[in-house]
Nanobody, 120 residues
Framework: QVQLLESGGGSVQAGGSLRRPCGTS????????MGWFRQVPGKERERVAE???????SYDDSGRDRFTNSKDVAKNILYLQMNSLKPEDTALYYC??????????????WGQGTQVTVSS
């Protein structure tokens, strides 16, 4: 059974940092595309970052130059390091996993989501 378990949400002031881990079980971590998404009420979920199974990372405009997506294959943990946070980064953040190539948003597995709140 595939499980994604997120932690590391919380509140921070603008300009601050948060590190979001996403632990995984039940999947061959090194062969999965792993992604981060976020959603605010009334808006569609948007992609933040992805890391392909072979290690290449990509970022959407919302997080480019401020967020870093990485994975520890030995520990089966995905990380999202968020720096220089802004109030508009406030959202419910999800990690996601998909076997093989990154699936253009249509991931098979999702974490439970954790809230990140950035105050001005």
């Amino acid at each position: 059974q595939v499980q994604l378990l997120e932690s590391g949400g919380g509140s921070v002031q603008a300009g601050g940092s948060l590190r979001r881990p996403c632990g995984t079980s039940g999947l061959p971590f090194s062969r999965y595309c792993m992604g981060w998404f976020r959603q605010v009420p009334g808006k569609e979920r948007e992609r933040v970052a992805e890391i392909a199974w072979y290690g290449t990372t990509s970022y959407d405009d919302s997080g480019r130059d401020r967020f870093t997506n990485s994975k520890d294959v030995a520990k089966n943990i995905l990380y999202l390091q968020m720096n220089s946070l802004k109030p508009e980064d406030t959202a419910l953040y999800y990690c996601a996993a998909h076997p093989g190539a990154c699936p253009n948003g249509k991931y098979d597995y999702w974490g439970q989501g954790t809230q990140v709140t950035v105050s001005s």
